[in-house]
């Protein structure tokens, strides 16, 4: 088993934000289709696109930087430090 302190760290924490922006993205984007409609739902499917792009885009902007930083390491994290990120 790896132990999270490694220089890996922080590629592992980034590849974990870009996946959840890219799932938020994939939510709204699917919701558009209109094969996730909610009947009682008060904002439209634009809105909620746009609601998402803005909450997701710096998530999958954060996880590039924390990749490439992971990468471009030599320093290994701490353990504690990656799993707060």
């Not at 870009?18 to 994939?26: D, E, P, Q, T, V």
């Not at 409609?37 to 792009?53: D, F, M, Q, R, T």
């Amino acid at each position: 088993m790896m132990p999270t302190a490694t220089t890996n760290g922080l590629a592992i924490v980034g590849c974990l934000f870009m996946l959840s922006g890219l799932a938020i993205l994939g939510a709204a984007l699917l919701n558009r289709t209109g094969l996730a409609n909610v009947g009682n739902s008060k904002l439209l499917s634009p809105e909620k696109l746009h609601i998402a792009a803005w909450f997701s885009l710096p998530m999958i902007a954060a996880g590039l930087f924390l990749q490439a930083a992971g990468n471009m390491s030599a320093i290994p994290l701490g353990a504690g430090l990656s799993c707060l990120l």
